[in-house]
């Protein structure tokens, strides 16, 4: 496994700062909010962009991923927004060289998603960048991106981000969230918080996300991809900073990732 933060617990920061933390973090990437707070979006100049991936380069960083905001599933928004807003972001991705999209549900119809999904597949898979669909929302379980992703069928592109807090407070245990996405999983996000009911960040280990448990299943499927912490201290002003948070992180990767190498 390797260690990246995401800049949404980095509010006010800018990428200099992020990058620094990140760093002194001991990551080895940055997953990057998209959103013009950041000062990182589809609307950037080609300049800016270059700029970007070189500052994050140089100091021996990777992108992890882009956290993009798109609804793949969004009934309010129709079929050639949703699809246009994601190609400027797979755009933007390709340009910094990062890997992937995140997108989120935002609706429950599966056909919808994979309609769009399908749109986007062909040119995605030419700039080599996957589209990260995340559990959340209104498909908050492993169970319901999967059916998700299997009515895409496109596997190379549309793939699952496994955020570990939100299929177990809707009920689904890490065993099944994890066998619903094994032949899709290729990003995690990990994150504690207070309880099901009540998603206020705390320290890892310190609240109620099965942890410990989610560990374990990762080593056993010999997953190795990217475990992102993101720390929601943009909607949590209140919390510590995330600085603070990562050792914890870095030291329940490094746990289980020794165990996956062994």
């Known amino acids: 496994m390797r260690l990246a933060v995401s800049t949404l617990g ?4 800018d990428l200099t700062s992020s990058i620094s933390i990140a760093v002194e973090g001991a990551c080895e990437g ?48 129709e079929d050639a927004a949703a699809i246009r807003a994601l190609l400027a972001d797979l755009r933007l991705a390709a340009d910094l060289e990062a890997p992937a999209v995140r997108v989120f549900p935002r609706g429950a119809d599966p056909l919808v998603g994979a309609r769009r999904l399908r749109a986007v597949a062909d040119e995605a898979a030419a700039l080599g960048v996957r589209v990260f669909v995340e559990t959340h929302d209104q498909m908050p379980t492993g169970a319901a991106v999967a059916r998700l992703l299997e009515e895409t069928g496109r596997p190379g592109v549309a793939v699952a981000l496994w955020d570990l807090l939100h299929p177990w407070r809707n009920g689904e245990p890490p065993a099944e969230t994890l066998a619903a996405l094994a032949p899709h999983l290729a990003y995690v996000q990990v994150k504690d918080a207070v309880s099901a009911t009540d998603t206020t960040p705390v320290p890892m280990g310190a609240g109620a996300v099965p942890l410990e448990e989610a560990g374990e299943l990762l080593r056993s499927h010999g997953y190795d991809g990217w475990v992102s912490l993101e720390w929601e201290r943009t909607w949590y002003p209140q919390v510590a900073p995330v600085a603070e948070i990562l050792p914890g992180a870095a030291a329940w990767v490094r746990r289980f990732a020794s165990a996956t190498a062994a």
């Open 10 to 13: 980095m509010p006010g920061e």
């Open 30 to 77: 940055l997953e990057l909010r998209l959103h013009p707070d950041t000062g990182v979006h589809a609307g950037l100049p080609a300049e800016e962009r270059r700029a970007v991936r070189r500052q994050i380069a140089d100091a021996g960083l990777s992108i992890a991923a882009l956290a993009g905001y798109v609804g793949i599933c969004d009934q309010k928004v």
